[in-house]
């Protein structure tokens, strides 16, 4: 990030904006030091955030992300309460004075900037007398097309755009443009427009560029915000209510910034992705979210609050499956998905990140043919256009709702509308113009134009309308008239176009097929009223075009509007075969020069109409022409080379007419031409200016020393230079730049004649930041220019362009002017003096940049006539017109003057235009006219030969023909004729090559042709099933004719699936309403568990059985028995319950109706018909007979299979009968035949007339059209021939049809059935052997004998009787297949009446379907709606029943812990007995209220269950109060028994006591979940009721458009072909002559309607008489019901009686039963049992430990006895040795009176000791000082007391 200090000029204004930008909650404070150090700390919060944001985007998918509620304000409050926090964290926090002193003020709403401080001004060199308004802008005629998002509109009328360094607002009705320079002089990026048409937003290029925004339309700076990016600004935009700014920069850093931006405040910032970034847009419904797009990705954007503060967490798009693409349209939907394009023209939906559907047209075809650059949703329609030129409407709707339907991923959609603006334009942007009632649009081309579209698609909808025609991409050239203010330019957009500079006007353009690269105005010497311009194109070619004023022209007829000026093509000539670089005429106008990238220069005669005069090569691509002044003796050409050569060639020799004839070439071989090779010196120009530098460095430091010495001489003396010579010393120099020479010779980007043999050139690359002046050196002939070394012998030194050098140079017309324009697309402008070639006075210099800094280098710059205007034309396809700073004060109105046209120009026939790149050029042509003449010799010597040849051949057959005539002993071989063999064989040999050869010359054609019929049978014949064939009649004309069968189509292969699946009907739902989806059955019943420990025994620790274990199990076998018997009495009246609870639920309700009678009156009322016509408004259509795209699909597939199978039925019999007619004519050959040998034998007399043989048609047999031989081809290679010869189209046309007669007949005949040809063969042969037998006997002729003549009489009966046989054979034949014909015919009229009916309903059927198809997307809609809710009902419905079942569950648990109280009560009773006088006193303490805590169920819940039990504490002893004021009888104390009272008694109430307080909790629990349930029940009752409605509502929709639907369907018209019997509807008898009012019905229809009524009379009379024995039955079952009732009702007085008698009163019977053992009690007692065992195994255990333990004590006791007798015994023994003792120790005391040797030993000892202490406290000390050395802790050292001492 840049810091403050790093600000530029503009610091103070900016740093004063920022920290004015600050808020806080404090007030304001004046305290400069206090707003500096709040500014820079903010700044540290604002980087820390960026690399925050850097970090999230590297891990998007880790972060926790958090969805924000407010908007953008709430984004502003959460991080400035975010930066709050990291500086509270940061640093510490400052009393609130000092708070208050860091408040900034906010920035004012009135408060602007000035715009002339902010605007960038032009450098002038200092102390120069330049003016600043040198140049002043007048107008910009170009517009750079293909930047992105460079269209705006302001309001209706003023358009704004980018056009280099400037920005333009156009004013689209009065064409005025107001201009805005940028402030950093680097160019512009990119600019964007507020919402609300009140600012404007321009993000410029430079290092750390500027977002300036304008308010509009006073155009003044209203905010500045720095800081955003590093070079450049790729994309702006403001979100929905224009309070936020995203803006993203270019390379290399990518950075997104959100900014509050009237605050001049960063919100946001992170880096947007590694590649380029085309786009920034917010999320209209969502300001939190953003979307990117650029170069291979799309990226989606939120702003999310997490623990750090506010952040920017983008997610990546994943393009799965689908190719990796620079997406550059995109929008977002209200829902949160994206829409965007993609580089092959197909839309992609983009959901959660990844692809959801890839959007195309039908049949795979894109959305667009190329790249969709925007896409946008207007009234509720998706617009996208694209680089194809087509804007195209899409439904919202369906790309909304759209998703995948296969794996493919694709889904096909078809646009609304669409609207083709123009050929040859591509859109690269849109935006709509604010004009009420319209729907205008405004398009930026990329192809250099601004549209203005009307998307109204109505009846009135505008054309599309160019309301600017501009350049596409780079302007290569510029041409100014030398006589008025005229201009021209070209570029490779292929266009020239003509402007009026002065009045600022675009004239006209012409447009050409390839681009043009140079441009030249002709001079005024040879076109004296200016009127031409030469042009030269990149394919060569360099066209003269004549400039006109229409208006002068005397032939008006027809034309509506006359232009101001018009072009024509004059003269159009090739002398080039790559791109036309240079076009130059020499200084008197005799000589064009025109130069090229193929390395050569042409020159013309102009005055000969451009004859040419030859041309010359050079060295390398030529890049510049300029011919010499009239100041220079000679007319030379300078010619320059890019690549480092520069030639000087002399005024070309014009040679005459008559010398032009026999010259193969124009090229001019004998010039001299000087030459001069550039090598690089700026190596050494920069150490030469380093050594002078280091020289007068030196030269300073020497004077310096001088002075020092002579100063301290005075002061000091000789002292004071000694100290001199001392303190100096020689300083090393650096080395000097070494001399370094390119590698590639770099580019000369212009240059220009400064004298005779001298000029000036610029170079780019290394070169740059020089200017060379060289010298051509003397022409040599020998010298290899190649390896020619030239230096230039002065240069010029140019400031700032070291990276930036001149690319083009003009001179104003005095020469005092230098105009150059810059790599940069700066214009510098050099003052000079006059007559000053060689440049001495080039250093004050005028400099500013207009076009774009980037990519805008000025291509051609240029002066007008008189000096007063200055044009540029760049690479950003701008022209700039200035005016030239002048004293005198020009004309307010200016206008060019167009040329008047020629006389006789509108009679001149236009020459042709050479418009194939391909065409040859002058010198190519040239050689080729030689090629052809040398050609054409050969071939005159070939015929020549020729016809030698032919001599000798027609010499040799004479010559074979008079050795035939020759006797054949005479006669030569064929061999002897041959001079030699190997001759012949030589030959055979050659011509066997040469076939292979021409084998594989035309194996690629063969290949091409034999893959062109296999595309055409692919096409037209492959998807034919068989084609027509037609069998002809044999005596008559009667034909057949197959039909011509294609394969089935779509609909008959395969059923579409529907795509709306219908719901159930009510009826189907009520059959299935009995079966739930999930089981739900619980079970209810259980018997009264007994815990396992009271009657099964723990285990058998002792046996035998002591008396009590048997009393124990006694008890408990009772006790089981009892409780086995008391389960059985209460399982066996719960089976009662039961069946009682079953038995009246089985019993029907008063409304009670059949299921079976309901099932049926559904089934009437679901499938019963609606008589009413479906034209009927109140017509209902029932469920089974809707009707929908994919049934009408299935029976329009189930149609055309019908008509597919009769009409292949009858082709199979058609063939059948050609078959036939095949095997008829076979069997006539070979009767005909017999017949043929018959009639040998018989007289001429006897002969019958022999049937002709049928002939097949090659119609009958056209799978034989196909096959052919080598005779056929040869057949048609001599037909093709002979109707080329042809030239009349009758005898062609007769010629055509015999050739394709006797094709077919040569391959009918050649290839016929092989039992034709079989039968052929046989008759031949017989017929030879016939005509055979006769020979033989020849030579025997005698008179037959009487039995041969009558063997010979009876041959020829028998031959008569045999002809006459096989006569009528052969016409019983004939008659049989033409009746089988004549029968086939008939049966296919019918069917073809069927299939025509077929072909009218398919019409039909196929119009519904496409009806039924517009229909089908709504339908689909509501049916779908119908569904959902239809599904919620049912699990709504589902829920209800599932509520109801628990409900009942709860009531009948409910009902059994009642049982079990009353049970519990019961028991109490009988256990208390009769005449207890405790009863009232144990029923209080079973019946008494206590408040019992509650179970803790979650731990977690410890301080709530304090708090709740210390209430609950409260509330129990107000409960007790309140229960122990209510009475004083009352108050009694339930913890002490009573005196008398039996104990068990008293604990059995206790114990009951706590299961009836279980009891209640059960109870209170299962009623509270009851209610629970009850809520939930009502809960579900009313959202039933809601989406019942809800159903309702969606089911009249479904039946209001299914009646649409169906009345849409009655609109149809279909065709039915009736016959007069048919038509019964007659008035008086007659026909009326309107049947619109008729009914068309079938008679099968009616038949069934008439059988039906008769149906319904019979129902109607068996239901009555069914009513009527339903009836009588259901009297009867009241009658039974009575007598039922009264029976039950004794029954019941019958038992109560018996029950008085025996009990004494009216008892519960069921308590009784399960009242037979007290099971608590008798519980106790087998407890009591077991415990009184227990104690008495315990008493008898410690009984026997007690023993032991005294049986222990006693031996004890007598051990201790034991040794008390041994102590005593010892001492006395003691006491008899003590007194010895005393008595020894008294003699013998006086022998130890001297020292003790024990005492010596022990001193010894005791002085050892110390000596050894000693020495180990000095080894000690030693130790300790060695570990002092070393740095470790030491104690200091313990003294001894001693030491101390």
């Not at 060295?619 to 010499?628: A, K």
């Not at 003397?778 to 030194?797: G, N």
């Not at 800094?853 to 006539?865: D, L, P, Q, V």
Request: charged content about 30%; aromatic content about 8%; hydrophobic content about 35%.
């Amino acid at each position: 990030m840049k810091e403050p200090d790093d600000q530029d000029t503009d610091e103070g204004k900016s740093e004063r904006s920022k920290s004015d930008g600050r808020q806080s909650q404090s007030s304001r404070s004046a305290s400069k030091s206090a707003v500096k150090e709040d500014y820079k700390s903010v700044e540290d919060t604002t980087g820390e955030t960026f690399t925050e944001g850097e970090e999230s985007y590297l891990g998007d998918d880790e972060s926790y992300v958090e969805h924000l509620e407010g908007r953008s304000s709430s984004f502003q409050d959460d991080y400035v309460e975010s930066i709050g926090k990291s500086q509270s964290m940061e640093t510490p926090v400052p009393d609130a004075e000092e708070a208050e002193e860091e408040v900034k003020k906010k920035i004012s709403e009135s408060f602007f900037y000035d715009y002339t401080e902010l605007a960038s001004m032009p450098f002038v060199t200092p102390d120069s007398n330049i003016p600043l308004d040198l140049l002043t802008l007048v107008h910009s005629f170009g517009y750079d097309c293909r930047k992105r998002a460079n269209l705006q509109l302001l309001d209706s009328n003023m358009v704004l755009y980018i056009a280099g360094n400037q920005l333009i607002l156009l004013n689209l009705k009065t064409k005025e443009q107001t201009y805005l320079r940028s402030s950093s002089g680097r160019g512009i990026g990119v600019i964007g427009v507020h919402p609300q048409k009140t600012y404007f937003t321009v993000a410029e290029k430079g290092v750390f560029p500027k977002i300036i925004i304008y308010e509009y339309p006073s155009l003044r700076p209203y905010r500045i915000l720095q800081d955003g990016t590093d070079l450049a600004y790729a994309y702006v935009n403001f979100n929905c209510d224009g309070t936020l700014l995203a803006s993203v920069g270019g390379n290399p850093d990518h950075t997104l910034t959100i900014w509050n931006w009237k605050e001049e405040q960063p919100l946001l910032r992170t880096k947007a992705f590694s590649q380029e970034v085309f786009k920034v847009t917010f999320n209209p419904e969502d300001d939190e979210q953003l979307t990117t797009s650029g170069s291979g990705h799309i990226k989606f954007w939120e702003m999310a609050l997490t623990f750090t503060g506010l952040k920017l967490q983008g997610s990546l798009g994943r393009f799965g499956k689908t190719a990796t693409n620079d997406i550059e349209g995109y929008m977002e939907l209200p829902d949160g998905k994206v829409l965007s394009g993609s580089e092959w023209g197909n839309m992609l939906l983009w959901e959660g990140g990844h692809i959801k559907v890839e959007l195309s047209r039908a049949s795979g075809k894109p959305c667009h043919q190329g790249p969709i650059n925007q896409i946008m949703l207007d009234e509720g329609e998706v617009i996208t256009i694209g680089s194809d030129g087509c804007v195209r409407i899409w439904d919202f709707e369906t790309i909304d709702t759209a998703d995948t339907i296969d794996e493919t991923g694709f889904l096909e959609i078809e646009p609304i509308n669409e609207l083709q603006v123009d050929k040859n334009v591509r859109l690269f942007s849109m935006i709509k113009m604010n004009e009420i009632g319209n729907n205008f649009w405004l398009s930026q081309d990329s192809n250099g134009a601004i549209w203005k579209l009307d998307l109204s698609f109505s009846n009135i909808t505008q054309d599309p309308e160019c309301l600017f025609s501009f350049h596409s991409g780079a302007i290569e050239a510029l041409a100014v008239s030398p006589l008025t203010y005229l201009m021209a330019t070209t570029g490779l957009d292929c266009s020239v176009r003509l402007y009026d500079f002065a009045s600022k006007t675009p004239l006209v353009q012409m447009k050409f097929k390839q681009g043009g690269a140079a441009l030249a105005w002709v001079p005024r010497l040879v076109s004296y009223g200016g009127a031409q311009i030469t042009a030269g194109f990149e394919d060569g070619v360099v066209r003269i075009l004549e400039l006109y004023d229409p208006k002068g022209l005397t032939i008006f007829v027809g034309r509506k509007r006359v232009s101001d000026a018009d072009i024509r093509l004059k003269q159009v000539f090739k002398p080039h075969t790559s791109l036309v670089t240079a076009l130059a005429y020499d200084r008197d106008g005799e000589v064009l020069a025109t130069g090229s990238k193929d390395q050569t220069v042409f020159f013309f005669e102009v005055e000969r109409d451009y004859k040419p005069i030859g041309y010359i090569t050079t060295p390398g691509p030529v890049c510049q022409l300029t011919w010499s002044t009239a100041s220079h003796p000679e007319s030379t050409l300078l010619i320059i080379c890019e690549n480092g050569y520069v030639l000087e060639a002399p005024f070309p020799t014009i040679k005459e007419e008559e010398e032009d004839h026999d010259v193969v070439s124009y090229e001019i071989k004998d010039m001299c031409i000087k030459c001069f090779h550039f090598s690089s010196v700026k190596s050494k120009i920069l150490r030469l200016i380093e050594i002078a530098k280091r020289k007068k460095q030196k030269e300073l430091k020497e004077k310096e020393k001088e002075e020092k010495r002579k100063s301290l001489e005075a002061e000091m003396g000789e002292d004071g230079e000694k100290e001199l010579q001392g303190e100096e010393e020689e300083e090393e120099e650096e080395p000097l730049p070494e001399i370094f020479i390119p590698l590639t010779p770099c580019h000369i980007l212009c240059g220009f004649y400064s004298g005779p043999g001298k000029f000036w050139v610029s170079l780019g690359g290394y070169d740059s930041g020089f200017l060379y002046h060289c010298e051509f050196p003397p022409y040599d002939k020998s010298s290899d220019i190649t390896e020619k070394k030239d230096e230039p012998f002065d240069f010029r030194l140019l400031e700032d362009t070291e990276d930036n050098p001149i690319t083009t140079i003009t001179f104003s017309i005095n020469q005092e002017m230098m105009f150059c324009g810059m790599q940069n697309g700066a214009i510098r402008v050099y003052i000079l003096n006059k007559n000053d070639p060689s440049l001495t006075t080039m250093e004050d210099y005028w400099h500013f940049s207009m076009h774009d800094n980037n990519y805008g280098c000025i291509k051609a710059i240029s002066t007008s006539f008189d000096d007063r205007f200055l044009v540029t034309t760049g690479a950003d396809s701008n022209i700039f017109v200035f005016n030239i700073f002048s004293e005198f004060e020009l004309k307010k109105v200016m206008k060019a003057k167009v040329p008047s046209p020629r006389f006789g120009i509108e009679t001149e026939p236009i020459p042709e235009d050479i418009e194939d790149p391909k065409a040859y050029s002058i010198e190519n042509a040239r050689r080729k006219r030689e090629h052809d003449k040398l050609m054409k010799e050969g071939e005159e010597i070939k015929a020549e030969k020729r016809e030698r040849i032919e001599a000798l051949r027609n010499q040799l057959q004479k010559l074979l023909q008079m050795n035939e005539e020759l006797p054949k002993h005479m006669q030569f071989k064929r061999t002897d004729f041959d001079l030699d063999s190997k001759i012949r064989a030589e030959i055979d040999r050659k011509t066997a090559n040469k076939i292979q050869q021409v084998e594989k010359e035309l194996a690629w054609e063969k290949e091409k042709h034999q893959l062109g019929l296999m595309k055409l049978q692919n096409r037209f014949r492959d998807s034919l099933e068989s084609d027509t064939i037609v069998v002809h009649a044999i005596q008559s004309d009667h034909k057949i004719s197959s039909y011509r069968l294609v394969k089935p189509s779509k609909y008959s292969k395969s059923k579409r699936p529907s795509q709306s699946e219908r719901r159930a009907s009510k009826f189907e739902r009520f059959e299935k309403e009995g079966t739930g989806r999930k089981d739900s059955q619980r079970d209810t019943g259980g018997s009264i568990s007994v815990p396992e420990e009271s009657i099964i025994e723990k285990g058998k620790k002792f046996r035998p059985k002591t008396l009590s274990e048997i009393m124990v199990e006694n008890q408990i076998e009772k006790t089981r028995k009892l409780i086995l018997k008391a389960e059985r009495a209460q399982l066996k009246i719960q089976q009662r319950k039961k069946e009682w609870e079953d038995m009246y639920k089985s019993k029907p309700d008063d409304d009670y109706e059949d299921p079976k009678d309901v099932q049926a009156i559904k089934e009437a009322q679901l499938y019963m018909g609606d008589f009413n016509l479906k034209t009927a408004p109140d017509y209902k259509i029932p469920e089974h007979m809707r009707i929908n795209a994919a049934k009408k699909e299935e029976e329009l597939g189930y149609l055309d299979s019908m008509a597919y199978a009769k009409k292949m039925h009858m082709n199979k019999c058609i063939v059948s009968l050609r078959d036939l007619k095949v095997a008829v004519i076979e069997e006539i050959q070979c009767l005909v035949q017999e017949l043929k040998n018959i009639q040998s034998t018989l007289h001429v007399s006897k002969h019958i007339p022999i049937p002709q043989i049928p002939q097949i048609y090659p119609e009958e047999v056209p799978e034989k059209r196909f096959q052919y031989d080598e005779e056929t081809l040869l057949a048609f290679k001599r037909q093709q021939m002979k109707n080329q010869a042809e030239t009349a189209p009758q005898v062609e046309k007769a010629a055509s049809a015999g050739s394709a007669g006797s094709f077919l007949r040569l391959s009918s005949g050649k290839d016929g059935d092989l039992t034709a040809r079989d039968s052929l063969s046989r008759s031949s042969k017989a017929s030879a052997f016939n005509l055979h037998i006769p020979k033989f006997m020849e030579f025997e002729r005698t008179d037959p004998t009487e039995v041969e003549l009558e063997i010979m009489k009876r041959d020829e009966i028998k031959h008569l009787y045999m002809q006459q046989y096989l006569i009528n054979r052969i016409k019983e034949l004939i008659v049989t297949f033409d009746a089988e014909l004549r029968l086939l015919r008939h049966q296919k009229l019918k069917l073809d009446t069927q299939m025509k009916l077929s072909d009218l309903h398919h019409v039909t059927l196929f119009q519904e379907m496409l009806l039924l198809k517009n229909f089908e997307k709504q339908e689909n809609i509501l049916q779908e709606r119908v569904n959902s809710l239809d599904k919620e009902e049912q699990d709504m419905q589902w829920k209800i029943n599932e509520t109801l079942k628990e409900m009942e569950e709860k009531k009948n648990e409910v009902a059994k812990v009642q049982d079990e109280e009353k049970a519990l009560y019961a028991g109490f009773q009988a256990a208390l007995g009769e005449n207890n006088k405790f009863a009232n006193f144990l029923m209080k303490v079973l019946k008494k209220r206590i408040k019992r805590v509650k179970k803790k169920e979650v731990e977690g819940d410890a301080d709530e269950d304090e708090e709740s039990d210390e209430s609950s504490e409260e509330e129990s002893s107000l409960e007790s109060d309140e229960d122990e004021s209510g009475s004083e009888d009352e108050v009694f104390d339930d913890s002490i028994c009573p005196t008398n009272c039996d104990m068990g008694l008293f604990e059995l109430a206790l114990q009951l006591r706590e299961k009836r307080l279980d009891i209640e909790e059960a109870l209170v629990e299962e009623k509270k979940m009851i209610d629970n349930l009850r809520k939930e029940y009502d809960t579900l009752s009313k959202k039933v009721k809601i989406v019942a409605t809800n159903l309702n509502m969606a089911e009249e929709a479904l039946e209001a458009y299914q009646r649409e639907k169906q009345q849409r369907l009655n609109e149809l018209l279909v065709v039915i072909p009736l016959k007069l019997h048919q038509i019964e509807y007659v008035v008086f008898g007659e026909i009326p002559s309107d049947l619109s009012g008729t009914l068309v019905f079938s008679n099968h229809s009616l038949g069934r309607l008439q059988e039906r009524i008769v149906q319904l009379h019979e129902e109607n009379s068996q239901q009555q008489k069914l009513n009527k024995e339903c009836r009588e039955r259901r009297k009867q079952l009241t009658r039974e019901k009575r007598e039922m009732a009264r029976t039950i009702q004794k029954m019941q007085e019958t038992v109560s009686q018996l029950m008085v008698s025996k009990f004494g009163r009216v008892i519960n019977l069921e308590a009784l039963q399960t009242l037979s053992v007290n099971t608590t009690l008798e519980e106790l007692k087998i407890r009591k049992l077991r415990k009184e065992l227990s104690n008495a195994k315990e008493m008898k255990m410690w009984e026997e430990k007690i023993a032991q333990v005294r049986w222990e004590l006693m031996m004890k006791t007598k051990e201790h006895t034991k040794k008390l007798h041994q102590m005593n015994d010892l001492c006395i023994e003691k006491k008899k040795l003590d007194s010895q003792l005393n008595i020894l120790q008294n003699q013998q005391g006086n022998a130890f009176q001297g020292p003790r040797k024990a005492d010596t030993v022990a001193r010894e000892k005791v002085t050892e000791l110390i000596h050894v202490q000693a020495e180990r406290i000095l080894a000690l000390k030693e130790e300790v000082a060695l570990l002092r050395k070393k740095g470790g802790l030491v104690l200091p050292p313990i003294h001894s007391p001693q030491e101390n001492e």
